[in-house]
Each structure stands twice: as structure tokens, then as C-alpha cells.
């Protein structure tokens, strides 16, 4: 690309800011992140200047090429770019650099015939979405670097989680489950502590909900974690955050609607309450249409690429026992609806017929079956698991409508009849090929945490979150993490 990750991502000779207070690791990020968003505008005006105009540029494009970097950098930090609450992770980061170089773009166009000095449009439009494309990489880079050090337990953020007991330890094993995100909750601020509990998932409690902001100073925690508590009013979280705001803590407060959130949320200020405004999910017109239409294309699409592959696999199965290649079984799509799911035969023919036998051995703690050693898996069937190629055949359900390519995971009937009610919410949209469970664990997860999942997913479901769940499952699969 013309920019070495050396230039771009340098290599401490020692990894003593990883493990620092907070300060000194964002600080560094931040310049890491200024560096590669220097870089990558100063390499795209120079390529645009040479595609425009090859060795002998004109002197204005070397002037404005020399300015480009700066202005490049100026619009990410006027969309919010260089914000660390929105770097390494989520989709925001990545959104705002593609604000910045659309702006920019508008920007430089509507001065260029302000002045009457039109910039070349060649020019132009390469060295932006070239800007756009090279910053996104390295900062997805930067970004897959940092995920890294947090897996290990640095570039770690302090928490102190305020609520009840089983709402913080609710938080406390999500973010020890996704590091990732940069939390660590160190000590615990009880709501209603009757019990005078200790700790809670390993964590101290030091205090109530009094005691906040006096914990935030004795711990030096970079975040205060608010988790919905009828006894933490607005009084009290107001002062909160005035005492938070001296020490620069930041402040996260949970909603009620713990599964609810991004665009569905707004606040909207009614006679003097400041409310948040709850929109009802996108479950039905023209987006389920385009999630139709991109599903039953992609599928298509698939089929034709990947019919070698399984057509392989089909007489790999066939040629090691003489059984059916293909394992066709009843599963619960939308509504209730019954349809039957195709999957490559991964176990013994007469798996079912033998499933008493290992009904007991359930690794499970739901309604869902899964055990770690099944013995009725084939030898070739372990190997299709690992790397999810027994799901191939589904892309006929989704071809046929009776699948998505992103959605719960597709239930037996029997696991239907003991769903709770609430649990019953995964069936108002198709299951899918994949999903949020596919990317958080797959078998991994506890039946309460994969419900959680799909009920997110339900309640959150946009096109962009689709693509992005694809995207990591790709990840996830090449890993075989969490598949058996």
C-alpha cells in the first residue's frame, strides 16, 4: 500500500504503557491514531497526484496534497474521530471516519467553485475514498492489536459498577466474557445490600450507593458503571455526576431496556423530564424486504461457488459409512412455523434412535442439547463441526425463505414446548444461518446467555448489524472457537 505498519503501527522496545494507568496507553493510542490518519492522507494525495498527473504534477495539486493530511486529520477531529469512548470498539469509530471523508469531499468541492478554482476531479475523487479505505484499515488494525492486549488483561479500563447484586455481577461476567471492550470492573457499590455481601463475582464490595463517588477516589476507577436501581434517583445520580466531574470519571448509566439501544433509543426533553424515547424494532417493510432480497441473492451466490466444495464433502460422508450424505430435521422458524432444515450428516445413522443414551450427558443448562464428547459423531462429522461446513447446506432454507443468513438459531420443537414466554420473542423473525451466538461463543455459551443474545439481536436488528455479524463470523469460524 506504500505505508509500512512499521510507519504506521510502531513497535515498542518495551510494553510498560499496556500495563500503565489509563492515561498513558490512551495517550499513546491516540498518537498512534493520529499518526496512521497523517499517513494514510499524505500516501493517497501523492498517489492521486501521480495517477493525475504523472512525473511533472502541477505546483497548486503539490500545495493542496501538502495541506491534505492536515485537513484530513481537522475533519476526523471535527466528527468526533479522535473521542477514545468511541475507539477499539463498536461500529462508531469506523463510521466516522467515513463522515469525515465525505464531508471533507463536500467541502473541498464547494470551495473549489466558491473560488472559481476547480480542483480535477480525478484527483479529487481518488485521494478521498483512498484516504477513507487505508485509514479504515489501519485503524481496524490498530483496533484487532488492541483487542489483543486486553485479552491479556491490559489497556484495561477500571470500573466501578453501582446497582444490585445481580444486575453487577451480571456486568461483571459480561465484560470478563468480552474484553474487548476494555472494562474491568474492580469494586462494587451495593444497592439494597440486606445481606452485607462481601463480594460479588470475585469483586469487592466497598460500599452503597453513598459511597460512589468516595470509591471512585480511593480506587482511582476511570469509570463509574450505573446499573438501573430504584433507589439510585434522579437527585442522586445528578449529584453523582457533579462529583464525577471533578475527578473526569466518566459515567455510564444503564436503562431499564438493558437489550435496547442505538437508533432505536433518542431523548427527547417533555415538560421539564428528560425521557428516553423507545422506538418498536424494524420487524416488518421495506428493510425485512432488502434483508429478504440480500439473503435469497447471497445464498444464491454461494451455491454456485461453493457447489464444488460441497459436493466434496457430500462424498467424503457418503464414502466413510455408506449413509446418507444429507440430514434433513424439523426445526421451529418464524411464527411457530415448522420447516425442515438441511445440514450435512455429521452423526451416525441411527443417532436419533440413540439419543437416550446420552439424554442425561446434556453439557447444556437449557433447552438446548449439546455435549462436548458425543459419541455419535462420526470422525468426519468432528471436522465439519469444527468448522461449521455442515451448516452449507442451509443456504437452500435461506434460498427457499425459510431461513436468514443472520438470525436466532433455528430451535427443535421440543425445546419450543419449554421456551418461556419471554423466551418465544427469538420466533418473530427467521432464524439463522448465523447469529450473535454464532459470534459470542457458539456452544460455548450458557442457555441463558445464547437467549440473551437472540433476544438482542431481535431487538436491535438493523442491515449494518447483519453485515457485521457476517463478517465476524468468518473470523469465528476460521478459528473454530466454541464448535463441537
Known amino acids: 500500500m506504500g505505508v509500512s505498519d512499521s510507519a504506521v503501527v510502531s513497535t515498542d522496545s518495551h510494553a510498560d504503557w499496556l500495563t500503565g494507568p489509563s492515561e498513558a496507553w490512551t495517550r499513546i493510542y491516540l498518537k498512534r491514531v493520529a499518526v496512521a490518519d497523517f499517513s494514510v492522507a499524505a500516501v493517497a494525495a501523492v498517489a492521486a497526484v501521480?495517477?493525475?498527473?504523472?512525473?511533472?504534477?502541477?505546483?497548486?495539486?503539490?500545495?493542496?496534497?501538502?495541506?491534505?493530511?492536515?485537513?484530513?486529520?481537522?475533519?476526523?477531529?471535527?466528527?468526533?474521530?479522535?473521542e477514545m469512548r468511541f475507539l477499539g470498539t463498536g461500529s462508531d469509530e469506523f463510521r466516522k471516519v467515513?463522515?469525515?471523508?465525505?464531508?471533507?469531499?463536500?467541502?473541498?468541492?464547494?470551495?473549489?467553485?466558491?473560488?472559481?478554482?476547480?480542483?480535477?476531479?480525478?484527483?479529487?475523487?481518488?485521494?478521498?475514498?483512498?484516504?477513507?479505505?487505508?485509514?479504515?484499515?489501519?485503524?481496524?488494525?490498530?483496533?484487532?492489536?488492541?483487542?489483543?492486549?486486553?485479552?491479556s488483561g491490559m489497556c484495561m479500563s477500571t470500573v466501578v459498577a453501582v446497582g444490585y447484586e445481580s444486575a453487577v455481577a451480571e456486568l461483571i461476567r459480561e465484560l470478563r466474557r468480552e474484553p474487548h471492550h476494555g472494562l474491568q470492573v474492580v469494586a462494587a457499590c451495593l444497592a439494597g445490600n440486606t445481606t452485607f455481601a462481601t463480594e460479588v463475582a470475585g469483586v469487592p464490595v466497598v460500599g452503597d450507593l453513598d459511597d460512589a463517588a468516595s470509591v471512585v477516589r480511593r480506587?482511582?476507577?476511570?469509570?463509574?458503571?450505573?446499573?438501573?436501581?430504584?433507589?439510585?434517583?434522579?437527585?442522586?445520580?445528578?449529584?453523582?455526576?457533579?462529583e464525577l466531574e471533578k475527578t473526569g470519571t466518566d459515567?455510564?448509566?444503564?436503562?431499564?431496556?438493558?437489550?435496547?439501544?442505538?437508533?432505536?433509543?433518542?431523548?427527547?426533553?417533555?415538560?421539564?423530564?428528560?425521557?428516553?424515547?423507545?422506538?418498536?424494532?424494524?420487524?416488518?417493510?421495506?428493510?425485512?424486504?432488502?434483508?429478504?432480497?440480500?439473503?435469497?441473492?447471497?445464498?444464491?451466490?454461494?451455491?454456485?461457488?461453493?457447489?464444488?466444495?460441497?459436493?466434496?464433502?457430500?462424498?467424503?460422508?457418503?464414502?466413510?459409512?455408506?449413509?446418507?450424505?444429507?440430514?434433513?430435521?424439523?426445526?421451529?422458524g418464524k411464527g411457530g412455523k415448522l420447516f425442515k432444515i438441511c445440514k450435512f450428516r455429521t452423526m451416525v445413522v441411527d443417532a436419533e434412535a440413540r439419543f437416550a443414551e446420552v439424554r442425561a450427558q446434556n453439557d447444556n443448562d437449557g433447552a438446548k442439547f449439546?455435549?462436548?464428547?458425543?459419541?455419535?459423531?462420526?470422525?468426519?462429522?468432528g471436522t465439519l463441526r469444527k468448522l461449521s461446513l455442515d451448516e452449507l447446506p442451509q443456504l437452500f432454507n435461506v434460498l427457499l425463505g425459510d431461513m436468514s443468513l443472520v438470525g436466532p438459531r433455528p430451535p427443535l420443537p421440543d425445546e419450543v414446548t419449554q421456551y418461556a414466554a419471554h423466551v418465544r420473542r427469538r420466533l418473530v423473525v427467521k432464524p439463522g444461518l448465523t447469529g450473535l451466538w454464532q459470534v459470542s461463543g457458539r456452544s460455548n455459551l450458557s442457555w441463558d446467555e445464547s437467549v440473551r443474545l437472540d433476544l438482542r439481536y431481535v431487538e436491535n436488528w438493523s442491515f449494518a448489524l447483519d453485515l457485521q455479524i457476517l463478517w465476524k463470523t468468518f473470523s469465528v469460524v476460521f478459528k473454530s472457537s466454541g464448535a463441537y
Open 50 to 82: 501521480a495517477l493525475r498527473f504523472g512525473a511533472e504534477p502541477s505546483p497548486k495539486y503539490i500545495v493542496i496534497s501538502l495541506f491534505l493530511p492536515l485537513l484530513w486529520m481537522i475533519a476526523v477531529r471535527v466528527v468526533g474521530g479522535y
Open 98 to 151: 467515513i463522515n469525515a471523508g465525505v464531508s471533507l469531499t463536500a467541502v473541498l468541492a464547494l470551495t473549489s467553485y466558491a473560488l472559481n478554482n476547480e480542483l480535477s476531479r480525478a484527483y479529487l475523487f481518488f485521494s478521498m475514498p483512498a484516504t477513507i479505505t487505508l485509514d479504515l484499515l489501519f485503524r481496524f488494525r490498530l483496533r484487532k492489536r488492541l483487542h489483543r492486549s486486553r485479552r
Open 219 to 242: 480506587w482511582g476507577a476511570a469509570t463509574v458503571a450505573v446499573l438501573p436501581s430504584p433507589e439510585m434517583d434522579g437527585v442522586m445520580l445528578r449529584t453523582l455526576a457533579w
Open 251 to 332: 459515567l455510564y448509566v444503564a436503562p431499564a431496556l438493558l437489550d435496547v439501544a442505538g437508533p432505536r433509543t433518542t431523548v427527547r426533553p417533555t415538560a421539564g423530564l428528560t425521557l428516553l424515547h423507545v422506538d418498536h424494532p424494524q420487524l416488518s417493510g421495506p428493510r425485512q424486504v432488502l434483508k429478504d432480497l440480500f439473503d435469497r441473492t447471497a445464498s444464491a451466490i454461494a451455491l454456485i461457488l461453493l457447489c464444488p466444495v460441497m459436493l466434496a464433502i457430500a462424498a467424503a460422508i457418503r464414502l466413510s459409512d455408506g449413509g446418507p450424505a444429507i440430514f434433513i430435521q424439523t426445526r421451529v
Open 370 to 381: 449439546k455435549m462436548r464428547k458425543d459419541p455419535r459423531i462420526t470422525r468426519i462429522g
